[in-house]
């Protein structure tokens, strides 16, 4: 499903990530740790086509989207999926149109049915109408997936989408997420600094260290 190859990153002569390569199978979850500064991040932006580097290729479902560190296919043609951190909804909307809003070419009939469906699969059913304030942290953050999973996408990245909750609330949302994830065979890349939150959540776990990446 995912094959990234010979991506190396570095800021200015700082050499942060060299020869990175990665395989994923259709529905795995990755999880990737690492110090702060050693190109987890910018490993997911680079995937996502949001950052460019000197060197890398990626390629999603047999498709090409980057080659020699140059994007071949635009960000919003990728079909990737993104959850970050500060949730970032859109406050001045509310839930059925946070989450419809990359799938608005579709029939509204069709939206609404999406959004019911994902509401139902992150227990949110019944929320179509409230505001983002209006929700708990936890139950912003699975507005977040709900979005980013509306438009079916080949794989979703996950930037430490957990690390703003307390820990009760993050273990259980962990398990959650899992559980969805697994149950769309939703291939997944998660950033974290929380080892536990590591083993969790993912099927393989990579370990990136001098600069190199380790998958157990």
Do not use: C, W
């Amino acid at each position: 499903m995912l094959v990234v190859n010979h991506l190396s990153i570095k800021y200015q002569d700082n050499i942060v990530l060299n020869d990175f390569k990665l395989n994923l199978e259709q529905g795995e979850i990755l999880a990737l740790l690492g110090n702060s500064g050693s190109g987890k991040s910018s490993t997911l932006r680079f995937i996502a086509g949001l950052d460019e580097t000197h060197q890398g290729e990626v390629e999603l479902d047999g498709v090409q989207l980057s080659q020699h560190g140059q994007h071949l296919v635009a960000p919003e043609s990728r079909e990737v999926g993104m959850v970050f951190q500060d949730y970032a909804l859109f406050p001045h909307m509310n839930i059925f149109k946070n989450i419809s809003f990359g799938i608005n070419h579709l029939s509204k009939l069709a939206q609404k049915n999406r959004v019911s469906e994902l509401l139902a699969m992150v227990g949110l059913e019944g929320s179509e109408g409230k505001y983002p304030h209006q929700l708990s942290g936890g139950e912003q953050q699975r507005v977040s997936l709900a979005r980013a999973l509306a438009p079916e996408p080949k794989i979703l990245l996950m930037d430490e989408p957990f690390s703003s909750l307390d820990k009760s609330h993050r273990d259980q949302l962990v398990i959650q997420v899992r559980d969805i994830l697994k149950k769309t065979n939703t291939t997944s890349i998660l950033v974290t600094h929380d080892k536990d939150e590591a083993n969790s959540l993912a099927d393989k776990v990579g370990i990136i260290q001098n600069k190199r990446l380790t998958v157990n």
